[in-house]
């Protein structure tokens, strides 16, 4: 009887050990790293969700990281002070997408004191680059280039070419890029006219509230809406629909747009939007990576850009659309 209950003893023992020193699927040593992420607004646009999530999936207790969300509402001032709160519980890493390309200089420097590794998501800032490890995004510039040389194929040999540009964000380095983009064009290109300009805050309500102004004021002297995100995108078209005007296609006001999410390339292909921009949100992954880089002694890129692609009314399909990730 003692023989057993001592081999039973033994038994238990050893189950017990190997219990105690078994790590979590997915994580090295048993200890999760643990990552602050500032994001800007989680349910802000179509594309803020598509990033938020895919960054939580990537980041997942099961991949070996326990991932803290700090949503500053758009609001710069918290943002900074959401990253401060970072530093205080000395989290492993930090993301962030800033809401604003300035102020962050204090912080990160902060950061950098206490041994923080510090990765830009999406936005890039105006700091020194010894204050954060790397940055991952989209060619803001870039995709308004593209935008651009749509709106000079568009309109190629017309009088005038009559501009409403819909803004980000003032101050978001996607609306800097992407308006600075349509304003360089515009200098280049003598019979081309910014009409008006705003910041429609990347939301599909006050950019059609400014659209249906915009209306009043101008009516069909409106040539093309460049709008800087499909959010305001879908502002313009509901103001401008509601107005009686013809939208998009061949002949009505063209419309252009960023951030190709699903449900407006399939307003592309209907023909309401002309020109769509791809900035792709799906970067959790590519963060994931980055981090476990560092984690195994690597150093990443200072800069990471992701290829990106634009989608025109007049060649998009179905079949592409149901291919595309969000
Ligand atoms: O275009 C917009 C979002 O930074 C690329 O932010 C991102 C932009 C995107 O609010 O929808």
């Known amino acids: 009887m003692k023989k057993c209950l001592a081999i039973l003893l033994i038994v238990a023992l050893a189950l017990g050990i190997v219990a105690c020193g078994s790590t979590p699927a997915g994580s090295n040593k048993g200890k999760l790293i643990t990552v602050g992420f500032a994001q800007c607004k989680a349910d802000e646009s179509d594309w803020r969700k598509a990033n938020t999530k895919s960054v939580q999936e990537a980041l997942s207790e099961a991949n070996g990281f326990k991932l803290i969300l700090a949503d500053s509402n758009n609001d710069a001032a918290k943002q900074v002070a959401d990253v401060q709160g970072f530093i205080d519980q000395e989290v492993d890493y930090i993301i962030i997408a800033a809401v604003n390309e300035d102020g962050w200089d204090t912080v990160l420097n902060n950061a950098k004191k206490a041994g923080i ?16 490890t790397c940055w ?28 409403v540009n819909l ?29 008006a300009q705003q910041t429609g805050e990347w939301s599909t309500d006050k950019a059609k509230e400014i659209m249906a102004s915009w209306i009043k004021q101008y009516g069909d002297q409106i040539h093309c809406v460049y709008a800087e995100n499909d959010n305001m995108a879908d502002g313009a078209i509901q103001a401008l629909e509601e107005a009686g ?10 419309i252009i747009s960023f951030d190709a999410n699903r449900a407006y390339l399939q307003m592309t292909l209907e023909g309401k939007i002309n020109c769509n921009v791809e900035c792709n949100p799906l970067l959790g992954p590519a963060v994931a990576d980055i981090i476990k880089k560092i984690e195994g002694g690597g150093t990443p890129n200072k800069k990471e850009t992701i290829d990106e692609t634009a989608f025109f009314y007049d060649t998009i399909t179905q079949e592409i659309i149901d291919k595309r990730p969000y």
């Not at 005007?245 to 063209?254: H, N, R, S, Y």
């Open 167 to 195: 803004q980000g964000q003032l101050g978001a380095s996607a609306q800097v890029g992407r308006t600075k983009a349509l304003e360089d064009a515009i200098a280049k290109n003598s019979n081309w006219n910014l009409l």
């Open 245 to 254: 005007m013809k939208v998009g296609g061949d002949d009505g006001i063209a």
């Open 136 to 163: 991952i995004g989209g060619g803001f510039y870039e995709e308004g280039v593209k935008a651009t040389d749509w709106i000079a194929k568009r309109f190629a040999g017309a009088d005038k070419v009559n501009i």
């Open 117 to 132: 590794p510090v990765i830009l998501m999406d936005r890039t800032i105006n700091a020194s680059e010894d204050l954060y």
